[in-house]
């Protein structure tokens, strides 16, 4: 029988014992100093902005006069590519989830595909926003519209809703579609009415993440030419459009030349912030909502 030696055991457990501790600190500290980050950004927005806010700046027009611009067309337009994003994107991206998981046949190339939509997640956003300009704006000759802007933003975020419409169907018990198929049902009513209701809150939360990205992104914008000055309230797909994070990017461009422009740029990451809260708030509410039934 091998001797074991307490003191060497006592020493390798003090050792674990303070890597243990140096390691919980620092990533205490880390948390700690993101948190303090974000409340001074947070802190200097309201600050600068706040007082900015009122029913006419939220239902005016773009202006070069800083007294009297608003953010409606902003906001309008905001919206309307989300009426865009949000269906493409859920259904092309459960619809693809679904093949993957439950009729794709597991191999080479299913692994191929997978590890290929992983990797689009990670694609800097701008290169999104040149294949939005090559396909959507010169090749479809959709110019820059709100359907060229919501079908390139949809890229952006396709590959996130696949993930996690992947992750969870994954999640639901193999016992719950046994059952159903011992029923008598068919793979489509099992999909139908056990597993994507099963699957439903984690889908969701990955479509909120996905949308809330979606929402603030300005580099694809940027690069398929979205203007974001005097242009009317865009009042369809069709229509030429600027978005709220747009406005945030130019009118801190021009801080640099009129000072107020600051402020109005504060102003309208306030809203947007608040734009955010909501939307994710009526999703969460959705999203529990059907986690307290399945």
Same mark, same amino acid.
């Given at each position: 029988?091998?001797?074991v030696?307490?003191?060497?055991v006592?020493?390798?457990m003090?050792?674990?014992?303070?890597?243990n501790?140096?390691?919980?600190?620092?990533?205490?500290?880390?948390?700690?100093?993101?948190? $303090?980050?974000?409340?001074?950004?947070?802190?200097?927005v309201f600050?600068?902005?706040?007082?900015w806010?009122? /029913?006419? &700046?939220?239902s005016?027009?773009?202006?070069t006069?800083? =007294?009297?611009? %608003?953010?409606?067309?902003?906001?309008?337009?905001?919206? /309307?590519?989300?009426a865009?994003?949000a269906? $493409?994107?859920?259904?092309? %991206?459960?619809? !693809?989830?679904i093949?993957?998981?439950?009729?794709a046949?597991?191999?080479? *190339?299913?692994?191929?595909?997978q !590890?290929?939509?992983a990797?689009?997640?990670?694609?800097?956003s701008?290169?999104?926003?040149i294949?939005?300009?090559?396909?959507f704006?010169?090749a479809?000759?959709?110019?820059?519209?709100?359907l060229?802007?919501?079908?390139?933003?949809?890229?952006l $975020? *396709?590959?996130?809703?696949?993930?996690?419409?992947?992750?969870?169907?994954?999640s639901?018990?193999?016992?719950?579609?046994?059952?159903?198929?011992?029923?008598?049902?068919?793979? /489509?009513?099992t999909i139908? =009415?056990?597993?994507?209701?099963a699957?439903?809150?984690?889908? *969701?939360?990955?479509?909120?993440?996905?949308l809330?990205r979606a929402?603030?992104?300005?580099a694809?914008?940027?690069?398929?030419?979205?203007?974001?000055?005097?242009?009317? &309230?865009?009042?369809?797909?069709?229509?030429?459009f !600027?978005?709220?994070?747009?406005?945030?990017?130019?009118?801190?461009?021009?801080?640099?030349?009129?000072e107020?422009y600051? =402020?109005?740029?504060?102003?309208?990451?306030?809203?947007?912030? *608040?734009?955010? &809260?909501?939307?994710?708030?009526?999703a969460?509410?959705i999203?529990n909502?059907?986690?307290?039934?399945?």
């Open positions: 029988m091998k001797y030696d307490a003191e060497q006592k020493k390798r003090n050792g674990r014992i303070i890597k501790t140096i390691f919980k600190s620092s990533f205490l500290i880390a948390t700690l100093f993101g948190l $303090v980050v974000l409340t001074i950004l947070i802190y200097r600050a600068d902005g706040i007082s806010i009122n /029913w006419d &700046f939220i005016g027009k773009l202006s006069d800083a =007294n009297r611009a %608003g953010i409606m067309g902003a906001i309008l337009g905001t919206f /309307w590519v989300m865009v994003v269906p $493409v994107t859920m259904i092309i %991206g459960i619809g !693809t989830a093949y993957l998981e439950l009729y046949k597991k191999g080479r *190339l299913q692994a191929f595909i !590890t290929n939509i990797n689009l997640a990670g694609v800097p701008i290169v999104y926003g294949l939005g300009l090559t396909i704006v010169r479809m000759d959709f110019g820059n519209i709100v060229a802007g919501g079908f390139t933003l949809s890229l $975020v *396709l590959p996130i809703v696949i993930v996690a419409a992947q992750e969870a169907i994954r639901v018990p193999s016992h719950l579609s046994e059952a159903s198929y011992g029923m008598g049902a068919t793979k /489509w009513q139908k =009415n056990i597993i994507l209701p699957a439903l809150p984690g889908i *969701l939360t990955g479509a909120i993440l996905a809330s929402i603030g992104e300005t694809p914008l940027t690069v398929i030419g979205i203007p974001a000055l005097l242009i009317p &309230f865009p009042g369809g797909i069709w229509d030429k !600027t978005a709220l994070p747009m406005q945030i990017y130019y009118w801190t461009l021009d801080s640099s030349l009129v107020e600051a =402020n109005l740029a504060a102003a309208t990451i306030v809203v947007l912030l *608040l734009l955010l &809260f909501l939307l994710n708030s009526a969460i509410i999203r909502k059907f986690q307290h039934r399945f």
